[in-house]
C-alpha cells in the first residue's frame, strides 16, 4: 500500500491530535469528575495559558448547563491573539514567551483576587502551557525586567522547559504552588484543571505548577544556571542575590508535597500529548498505516533528535526492521535550540527539527514528515511547523535551495517559506507540546 496523498495524510494526523486536546471537547470530562455535585458557595475562575481561554469558554458553558445556581468570576490571561468572547470570566491577553508588563498587572490582579476567598469558597483554576510567563509575578525585590533578562537569556541557552520552569517558579510570587498556598491559607477550596505541555505530565511543571507542590529548590535553581553558564553576565546580579538569599533561608522556598495546604487542593490531567500521539496513531491506522509511538517524552536538541529519527526511518526504509512499511512514527515532547550569539535565527523547534531531519534524508525517496507546535506558533514566526514530501524535495532542487545552508542560519522557516511548505493554523487556543510524524511509505509518494 502506498499512501496517495502524503501532504493531506500528515496534516490530517496532526489534526486528530489537535482534536484531542481542545478544551471543548476535554474540560467537561473533568469538571464531572472533580465535582459529580454540583459545588455550592462562590466559585472565583483564574488561570493563565495560551488554552486560557478556551478553556474559560468551555468553564462557563458547562456551569450555564449543569450548575444554573452559581455565578461563575473571575480571569484568565492568555496570549496575544488568543483571546475569545466571554460571559462572566474576564479575559486578559499578555506576552509569551518573555512576559510584559500587562501579564505582571494581569498576575497582581490574579493574586489580589485570591486574596479575596473565604473559608468555604471554591477557586477554580485553569493551567495550560504557556502559563509561566504569562503568570509573572516578580517577588519582592525583584522587577519585571528581571523576570525578562532571565527568560531571554534562559532561551538563548537552550535548557529545557522544566529546567526554566525550575528557576522561574524560585523567582516568583505565585508560580511553584504559591497560588494554592494563598487560596488554602485563606480556607479555600483549591481544584485545578490542567493540558500539560510537558515531557511527563508532572502537574508541578505544567506552567511551572501555580497549584502543585514544588519539592525544586533555590539550589536546583542556582544549579541550573551554572550548569549552562549563566551566572557571568547573563542573568541580573539581583536574579543571582535573590537565589542566593533564598538558599540561606532569606526567602521562603516552595510548598513541598507534604505541606498540609495540599490536602484541600487537587490537580486534574485533561489533555496531555500522548493523548493526542494515540488520536493521531488511531488515524493512521485507519488509513492502513502502521503508527509507532516512539513517546511524548522525546527532548534534547533538535538536530540531535533529527539525526536519532531519520536513522530510525533508514532501518525501516532499507531492511523493514523493526516495522515493515508502510510506518508512521510519532512523537512529542519538547526539544531544544541553541543559538550561537550574534545569529538570530527565524523559525522555531519544530522547523529546525524538520530542516536538520531533510537535510540528513536526501537517500530516503519514501520519507514525508512533519512536525508543528499545537499551540499553532513555532517560535519566532507565524507558523504552527512545517512538513515535506518527495514534491517538497523535487522543487527545492529545482530552486537548488540548500538546506545545509539554511541550517547553519537556523533559518528554517526561510526555506519552508521558499518551498509553501509552512503549516499555518493559527493559534490553536490549546497546547500539548509539540508533534513530530514521518511517514515510510511502501513506495515514495508525491
Known amino acids: 500500500m502506498t499512501v496517495k496523498n502524503p501532504q493531506q495524510f500528515l496534516q490530517e494526523a496532526f489534526a486528530q491530535a489537535l482534536k484531542a486536546s481542545n478544551p471543548q471537547a476535554i474540560l467537561p470530562d473533568g469538571l464531572k469528575r472533580a465535582f459529580p455535585v454540583a459545588p455550592t458557595g462562590r466559585c472565583l475562575v483564574l488561570g493563565a495559558g495560551k488554552a486560557a481561554a478556551s478553556m474559560a469558554v468551555a468553564m462557563e458553558s458547562y456551569a450555564k448547563a449543569h450548575w444554573p445556581k452559581i455565578k461563575l468570576e473571575g480571569m484568565v490571561i492568555t496570549r496575544y491573539g488568543h483571546a475569545l468572547a466571554t460571559e462572566h470570566i474576564r479575559v486578559v491577553e499578555a506576552s509569551h514567551p518573555v512576559p510584559d508588563q500587562a501579564g505582571m498587572d494581569a498576575a497582581k490582579e490574579t493574586l489580589a483576587l485570591i486574596r479575596t476567598l473565604q473559608p468555604g469558597d471554591h477557586l477554580i483554576a485553569l493551567v495550560s502551557?504557556?502559563?509561566?510567563?504569562?503568570?509573572?509575578l516578580p517577588a519582592e525585590g525583584l522587577s519585571i525586567e528581571d523576570l525578562r533578562?532571565?527568560?531571554q537569556a534562559l532561551l538563548r541557552s537552550g535548557a529545557p522547559i522544566g529546567q526554566m520552569n525550575v528557576v522561574r517558579k524560585h523567582l516568583s510570587a505565585i508560580l511553584g504552588g504559591h497560588m494554592a498556598r494563598e487560596a488554602s491559607l485563606r480556607g479555600a477550596v483549591v481544584t485545578a484543571f490542567l493540558i500539560s505541555?510537558?515531557?511527563?505530565?508532572?502537574?508541578?511543571?505544567?506552567?511551572?505548577?501555580?497549584?502543585?507542590?514544588d519539592d525544586?529548590?533555590?539550589?536546583?535553581?542556582?544549579?541550573?544556571?551554572r550548569d549552562y553558564d549563566l551566572l557571568n553576565g547573563a542573568i541580573p546580579q539581583v536574579v543571582i542575590k535573590y537565589l542566593e538569599g533564598g538558599l540561606q533561608g532569606v526567602h521562603p522556598e516552595t510548598p513541598k508535597s507534604n505541606?498540609?495546604?495540599?490536602?484541600?487542593?487537587?490537580?486534574?490531567?485533561?489533555?496531555?500529548?500522548?493523548?493526542?500521539?494515540?488520536?493521531?496513531?488511531?488515524?493512521?491506522?485507519s488509513q492502513g498505516v502502521t503508527p509507532v509511538i516512539l513517546g511524548d517524552t522525546v527532548m534534547g536538541e533538535a538536530r540531535d533528535v533529527a539525526l536519532m529519527q531519520a536513522a530510525i526511518a533508514r532501518e525501516i526504509d532499507l531492511y523493514g526492521a523493526p516495522f515493515k512499511k508502510p510506518v508512521a512514527l510519532l512523537s512529542g515532547g519538547e526539544c531544544?535550540?541553541?543559538i550561537a550569539p550574534g545569529i538570530k535565527g527565524r523559525g522555531g523547534r519544530c522547523s529546525e527539527f524538520l530542516l536538520a531531519l531533510y537535510n540528513a534524508t536526501d537517500d530516503l525517496s519514501t520519507l514525508s514528515a512533519l512536525a508543528a507546535d499545537t499551540d499553532g506558533i513555532d517560535g519566532s514566526e507565524d507558523n504552527a511547523g512545517a512538513y515535506f514530501s518527495k514534491a517538497t524535495r523535487e522543487e527545492a532542487q529545482q530552486k537548488k535551495l540548500q538546506a545545509k545552508n539554511y541550517l547553519s542560519a537556523h533559518d528554517s522557516y526561510g526555506f519552508f517559506k521558499e518551498l509553501d511548505a509552512l503549516v499555518h493554523t493559527g493559534p490553536t487556543l490549546t497546547n500539548v507540546n509539540d508533534f513530530r510524524i514521518l511517514l515510510i511509505d511502501e513506495k515514495s509518494g508525491s
Do not use: M, R, W
Open 197 to 213: 505541555d510537558v515531557t511527563g505530565d508532572d502537574p508541578s511543571s505544567i506552567a511551572s505548577g501555580p497549584c502543585a507542590p
Open 259 to 285: 505541606d498540609p495546604i495540599f490536602q484541600e487542593t487537587k490537580n486534574y490531567l485533561l489533555g496531555s500529548a500522548h493523548a493526542s500521539l494515540e488520536a493521531a496513531a488511531k488515524y493512521c491506522q
Open 129 to 136: 502551557g504557556g502559563g509561566s510567563s504569562l503568570l509573572t
Open 216 to 225: 525544586s529548590t533555590f539550589a536546583d535553581a542556582l544549579d541550573i544556571l
Open 149 to 151: 533578562a532571565t527568560t
Open 336 to 338: 531544544t535550540v541553541t
